[in-house]
């Protein structure tokens, strides 16, 4: 069995599309679709997409699953500060004093997610 793609739940599938796109870099396949019901954010292979689906409820608990991020490029605080000024916010820091741990930020919709350290960063602790 192959994961295909993550489906998200959303109030506006275009715009929350975009932000993961400009935080991943993924392509979004149908960019051209605006008012589409559904926007479908493509992950490099062997990734699953993220399957973006408007629907008319909101977001009103914490989130059953939420995606851990290590960026590739950026140490934590970089990509932390990078993803806060694509329109992310902080909602929980859980960095300590000697470098360790991680950031949760909320996405436009509230969705949460966590910025970990880098494999640089982890040197040889893993």
Known sequence: MILRHIAIDCADPYKLASFWSSVTGWPMSDADEVDDDETLLEGPAPLP???FIRVPEGKTVKNRIHFDWMPTERTR???????????????????????????TLLDPEGNEFCVERSTSERGTEG
């Open 77 to 103: 605080d970089e990509e932390v500060e990078r993803v806060i000024g694509m329109g992310a916010t902080l909602y929980a820091d859980h960095r300590t004093a000697d470098g360790r741990g991680w950031v």
């Open 49 to 51: 997409g993220f399957l």
